[in-house]
């Protein structure tokens, strides 16, 4: 059986590859797709979990989080239309009118 | 008995009702609203007076409390919340000052307060059902919902209706009392997790705490200590008491006339009445080991008060710190640990609260016939307006603590049970001396003030008439003064139920 | 004693003659007038009854009313204690009112003075609240009605509002007094809790003592040494005779207020704005007497004292010197009776001091009745005048106004001590007192008796000098003014008071002529008998207040001790003697000074000294600067310390989570990216901080 560290190895790499995105790049879309690698490293950890304690709970979460994936996917794209509307861009650094 | 149920019922609907009413009824309205608890209060205290003589300490004997009812609320962390109100000899005369003042304080709203009338008459009423509960309630939840309760429809009223400096006033006053809950809030619970508590009964926890043993020691001084200190500064600043008391006169000088005979004469008892409940009856040991620098505090409040009234030209501002300056002496006798002493400073509550009621009143019946309060700006008000100006003079002396007026016989008794209170030792006579001296100090500055407003040549500089006030403004005056002299002659009215309730408390010290 | 059951009567009336004039005076002839004759006459009438009564051995002291029933503490109550010195004192009071009133229908109604249902009402209430002063039988309740009296005291001087000297007067005479009453307060609750009870006298029950009074108490606590019961002691950590002393002096406070003792008499003349019935009333005849009277009621507790003994008497005997000095100078004819009143009531504390308790009293009767006719008869020379007060416009009102001058004469006479006039007989015998006093005690209480005889016997050329001046200044010589030589003339409701006081002036002495008594050995020095009651048994039983007592108390526990190197009557004689000489001394430099048709003013050959009497040894501007130049600037400085440091460090507190915020939130750029940072460098230190506490590392 594998090991539970080299599922954590993996979902922390791919939590990495998510952040590394969302933290360099200016792309809404980009930003998605890195919010959704990390979500889905925290699905790994909880599926792992989940095989190494026995117990379904981890998948259930796992369940939650897609759907919850999927839900914020939906507002995203939302998001990101309406930012396209108004600065005609989706670079996520333009819009800085939410500030103090 | 449904009796408390009913006052805050009758209150908090007529509040609705008033608020969505027109205009133009909304003073009539909330008068004819406010009555009918003024009316039941008044016939429960008369109850209680031929019915519950003798009637205990609500928190000590529970028992024995009057109009009681406790239903079962809600249930968490192992403690039990309940719909848990009643009277005894402490709160029931405040509950009627609450009741009587509300009434009489719409009325005299009726001249000054021009717009958005049913708003504020709502609000007048939505706060008296808070403050009826804050003095019923028994049960520490419901009466900490009641008591922040308080603070909201204060916000609005002198936020909105208030004078040019109301939006700073009113928060300031916000703030500042619920910084000062927050951290009462703190000390409180530090000793609610620390005991093996199960219930936020205000009985069950004096009984908690007094037992309490073996509790840990913070800052290097007992939880004890440090929860009560942190309670003292909470109830403090509602009181308000040296040097947290800023809040008061900018409240008061914003505030409109009602709200400020609404503030001084029943929301300050708030706080000694808070004071005495937890910080004296809920821990009598530690309030007996901080007597004398308690009675300091409370003894520099009555001179800094004083002395500060002496300094100012606005006659509200003159009465705001003449109360910190009476405040003071309700401090000085609960921490006497003696019956002339802490019944003295219950009716001090009583007899304060009525008086401030009526100076306030009658400084904004004068207002709303000059539209000035400062003493410079007119004299020889006695000429034109003799009957508002015989009240103020009667009203000033009444301050001043003229004999068979209620003022004297609450300083007299707390000053006759500090003088010699074991809790002071050899400190007490000389603390009581100074305290006295408010009375010269307080003669100094109202005397003058009448003497710059209300005698002399008539002088003001005014397109207005000024003239006698219409009836209805100075009909509250002469109630609140009947009821001044009334209690001056006859203090055991309320001061043998007030002995009563009280004595549970003076021997939990010990006697002294 | 059926007069004793209507006694609260006397109080009540007069408060209902209040009522009635305040709500109905204006819809009443005479503005309320006739209540208040009504209620005063009525008193009067219940007075004689119970002076009769108490003449006739019986005394009462009952407890009528509970004021605050004390639970495990002490009770406050109300009492009526009648004894020979409350029934004097009550039928001085009611008659003065009674005449006043009536006198006031001349000087107030017939002048058109508007506000008269206030002006009696103010009356009214002062009659009553000072007949509760007299009636009173514990110290807490004579405090109240000491505070009352304060008050309508207040509301009289301030009787014309309209105008500026008046009400600054009023406020002058409250805050002055109420300085003293300060003192008087901590003095009530300190006996209260030292004692326990405030009673003047025992109550006794079928010769059972049920309420011990105070006086007693600290005579049982000094002379016999039970202090077991008096736990004030311990707190204080003072003997018992200490103590006394101290409580004695607080309560003195109070009476040097209201009885215009240096150095609080500033009030008194200044109280002169005030209508001239009202200043024949309360400033000179009752209210003032009030402080006296207190000290003779509860004279049992100053006799175990000997400092506090000394100190009355020299404050007294310097009082009786002072205020004669400024009388010397004044212009104002009620600017001299004022001062003249501060130094007679500073005779009476000396007489007090010096263990002339009957003298004072005395010298408290005639001087009720003689300085009430001197301002009320001044008080009709100021209608004549149209309300001009300075004798220096008056003149030759003499032949104009036969019956007030008759009766001025007559009560100059007894104020200047000839005799056989009223103030003769008891001026002497207060200063009798003093000299055989001061020649028997030893030590410092000596000294300080022979001190204060010396200046109380100055006083008197004093008095003689200024008392006719005053009188040949009015009426003898030209009239200076016009007005003088055409006053306004006088009813009957003016002549008929002055009527009544001008002939009792004259024979009011004649209770107490002591040197006649020794001399002939008759028993005519009523006074004493009255307040000295029968050798056994009888009220002095009871009560414990009688003057034998007193005596006894002054010799044994004080150590005052008569000395009489003359003899009885040769020492009697001479103190008489010297006495008067100097009276008729004082009096005859006067006559021979303003006697002519066109006199002037000799008294500024006295130079500076003119200016520094003129000035009131510059009194009132001391007192002036410490109210405005002291305290109202301490109280600038503390209201900016409160504004700029108090306030300051609440308003500092808000600035400063202000001003934080202001800079925090810059943090809240806009840019995502910048978010996503913050959130993952935040990460980062949560981990490693959970990483050195859990000890990852």
């Known amino acids: 059986m594998i090991p539970v560290e080299s599922y954590l190895l993996l979902s922390a790499a791919v939590f990495c590859i998510g952040l590394f995105g969302i933290l360099t790049r200016k792309n809404a879309l980009i930003f998605l797709m890195s919010v959704e690698l990390m979500l889905n490293a925290a699905n790994i950890n909880f599926v792992a979990f989940s095989l190494q304690h026995g117990n379904l709970t981890g998948q259930v979460f796992t369940l939650f989080t897609m759907a919850l994936a999927a839900a914020e996917v939906a507002v995203g794209i939302g998001i990101v239309l309406v930012l396209y509307r108004n600065f005609s861009d989706v670079d996520v650094t333009i819009p800085t009118t939410m500030r103090w | 008995m449904v009796m408390v149920a009913a006052l805050l019922a009758i209150t908090l609907l007529g509040a609705g009702v008033v608020m969505l009413s027109p205009d133009r009824y909304a003073g009539k309205l909330a008068a004819a609203v406010s009555a009918v608890p003024a009316l039941l209060s008044v016939y429960m205290y008369w109850a209680y007076l031929t019915q519950f003589e003798g009637t205990g300490n609500a928190l000590l004997q529970p028992g024995d409390v009057a109009f009681g009812q406790q239903i079962p609320w809600i249930d968490f962390g192992g403690l039990t919340i309940s719909y848990y109100v009643g009277l005894d000899g402490v709160s029931m005369p405040l509950l009627a000052l609450t009741t009587i003042l509300t009434t009489l304080a719409i009325v005299s709203a009726w001249t000054p307060i021009d717009e958005r009338q049913s708003q504020f008459y709502g609000l007048m009423l939505f706060m008296e059902t808070s403050l009826i509960g804050v003095f019923s309630a028994l049960d520490f939840f419901l009466w900490f919902v009641f008591w922040e309760g308080v603070l909201i429809p204060m916000y609005f009223l002198i936020g909105v209706w208030g004078g040019p400096r109301r939006k700073y006033a009113a928060i300031k006053f916000f703030v500042y009392t619920n910084v000062a809950s927050l951290v009462m809030f703190a000390g409180l619970f530090a000793l609610v997790f620390s005991t093996d508590l199960t219930s936020l009964a205000l009985p069950a926890m004096a009984e908690a705490f007094r037992s309490a043993s073996g509790l840990p020691t913070v800052f290097g001084m007992n939880l004890l200590t440090l929860s009560f200190i942190l309670m003292f500064f909470g109830f403090a600043v509602k009181v308000p008491v040296f040097p947290f008391h800023t809040w008061l006169p900018d409240a008061h000088v914003e505030a409109p006339t009602p709200v400020s005979v609404m503030l001084a004469g029943v929301l300050l008892k708030m706080g000694t009445y808070a004071l005495l409940r937890f910080n004296f009856t809920m821990l009598p040991e530690v309030a007996q080991q901080l007597a004398v620098p308690l009675a300091i505090v409370g003894v520099v409040s009555v001179i800094y008060g004083a002395m500060l009234a002496l300094a100012q030209r606005d006659l509200k501002r003159i009465v705001a710190y003449s109360s910190i300056s009476s405040m003071g002496y309700v401090i000085l006798g609960l921490v006497a640990f003696t019956p002339h002493g802490m019944g003295g400073a219950t009716f001090q509550m009583i007899a304060h609260g009525l008086i401030s009621g009526l100076m306030f009143m009658s400084v904004g019946v004068i207002y709303n016939v000059t539209h000035t309060r400062m003493v410079g700006d007119m004299s020889g008000l006695a000429d034109k307006m003799p009957w508002t100006v015989g009240i103020f003079v009667s009203a000033a002396f009444g301050y001043m603590g003229l004999p068979l007026m209620a003022g004297f016989a609450a300083e007299f008794l707390i000053f006759q049970g500090a003088f010699d209170a074991a809790t002071l030792g050899s400190a007490a006579p000389v603390l009581t001396a100074a305290a006295m001296f408010g009375i010269v100090i307080v003669a100094g500055y109202l005397l003058w003030a009448m003497q710059r407003t209300l005698f002399g040549a008539f002088n003001l500089e005014t397109d207005y008439t000024v003239s006698e006030a219409p009836f209805h403004d100075v009909a509250p005056l002469a109630v609140l003064l009947l009821l001044v002299i009334v209690l001056g002659v006859n203090p055991d009215l309320s001061y043998e139920m007030i002995q009563n309730s009280i004595l549970p408390v003076i021997d939990l010290g010990g006697g002294a | 004693m059926a007069a004793f059951t209507y006694a609260p009567a006397i109080v009540l009336l007069p408060f209902v003659s209040f009522l009635v004039a305040l709500f109905l005076g204006d819809r009443m002839p005479k503005g309320g007038a006739l209540a208040g004759i009504a209620a005063t006459g009525g008193s009067l009438a219940l007075s004689i009854w119970v002076a009769l009564t108490v003449a006739g051995g019986g005394v009462y002291n009952e ?632 000890g990852w590392f």
């Not at chain 3, 000087?107 to 009173?136: C, I, K, Q």
């Not at chain 3, 009277?293 to 004279?299: D, K």
Request: with cysteine; charged share 10%.
């Open chain 3, 63 to 694: 407890f009528v009313y509970t004021w605050v029933a004390g639970i495990e503490s002490v009770t406050l109550r109300f009492g009526l204690l009648l004894d020979p010195l409350s029934a004097l004192m009550l039928l001085i009071v009611t008659l003065i009112s009674f005449l006043v009133h009536i006198f006031s229908l001349g000087y107030m109604n017939d002048e058109d003075e508007t506000g008269l249902p206030r002006y009696y009402a103010g009356l009214g209430l002062f009659t009553a609240s000072m007949l509760g002063f007299v009636v009173a039988n514990n110290l807490l309740m004579a405090f109240m009605f000491f505070e009352l009296v304060g008050l309508c005291s207040y509301l009289l001087i301030g009787f014309w509002f309209r105008e500026d000297g008046p009400p600054s007067a009023a406020k002058k005479a409250f805050l002055v007094t109420r300085f003293g009453d300060y003192f008087f307060l901590i003095g009530v609750v300190g006996v209260v809790a030292t004692f326990g009870t405030g009673l003047f006298a025992p109550i006794t029950e079928g010769g059972e003592v049920v309420a011990q009074s105070f006086p007693v108490l600290a005579e049982h606590a000094v002379v016999d040494g039970e202090t077991a019961g008096i736990a004030m002691l311990d707190t204080v950590g003072l003997g018992p005779q200490a103590w006394f002393t101290v409580l004695g002096l607080l309560v003195l406070g109070g009476v040097i207020g209201k009885s215009a003792q240096f150095p609080l008499h500033t009030w008194l003349p200044d109280a002169m704005e005030g209508p001239t019935p009202v200043s024949a009333l309360i400033h000179a005849a009752t209210m003032v007497a009030a402080g006296v009277y207190l000290v003779a009621r509860m004279y049992g507790f100053y006799a175990i004292s000997p400092t506090a003994l000394a100190v009355i008497a020299l404050v007294g005997g310097f009082t009786a010197l002072f205020a004669a000095t400024m009388g010397l100078v004044k212009q104002e004819i009620k600017q001299v009776l004022a001062y003249s009143t501060i130094s007679q009531y500073g005779y009476m504390m000396l007489a007090l001091g010096s263990g002339g308790y009957i003298a004072a009293v005395f010298h408290l009767t005639t001087h009720a009745v003689f300085k009430a006719l001197l301002f009320l008869g001044a008080g009709s020379v100021i209608i004549a005048m149209h309300h001009n007060e300075n004798m220096w416009d008056m003149g030759g009102l003499k032949d104009k106004m036969p019956v007030t001058y008759y009766a001025f004469l007559s009560g100059s006479l007894a104020l200047a001590g000839i005799l056989p006039f009223a103030g003769f007989w008891s001026k002497d015998e207060v200063l009798y007192e003093a000299l055989i006093h001061g020649l028997g005690s030893e030590g410092g209480l000596a000294t300080s008796y022979i001190v204060a005889y010396a200046m109380g016997l100055l006083a008197v050329f004093f008095t003689g000098f200024y008392t006719f001046r005053m009188v040949f200044l009015t009426f003898h010589g030209e009239p200076r003014t016009d007005t003088a030589r055409d006053p306004h003339g006088v009813r009957w409701n003016v002549k008929g008071p002055l009527a009544v006081l001008g002939v009792l002036a004259a024979t009011v002495g004649f209770i107490n002529m002591k040197p006649v008594a020794e001399l002939t050995g008759a028993h005519i020095d009523f006074l004493h008998a009255w307040l000295e009651g029968p050798e056994e048994g009888g009220w002095p039983a009871a009560l414990v207040t009688d003057s034998h007592h007193y005596g006894e108390l002054l010799h044994d526990v004080a150590g005052v001790s008569a000395g009489e190197p003359l003899g009885s009557i040769g020492t009697l004689l001479a103190s008489a003697a010297v006495s008067l000489a100097l009276a008729v001394a004082g009096a005859g430099l006067a006559t021979t000074l303003y006697r002519g048709p066109d006199p002037v003013e000799h008294t500024d050959k006295l130079g500076s000294l003119k200016t520094l009497f003129m000035h009131n040894y510059y009194q009132d501007e001391y007192q002036v600067w410490l109210a405005t130049g002291l305290t109202y600037p301490l109280a600038r400085v503390m209201d900016k310390f409160d504004q700029g440091v108090v306030d300051g460090v609440v308003n500092g507190v808000s600035s400063v989570s202000l001003f934080s915020g202001q800079r925090i939130r810059r943090i809240q750029s806009g840019v995502v990216s910048n978010y996503a940072t913050l959130l993952t460098l935040g990460l980062v230190l949560l981990l490693a901080a959970f990483g050195i506490i859990g």
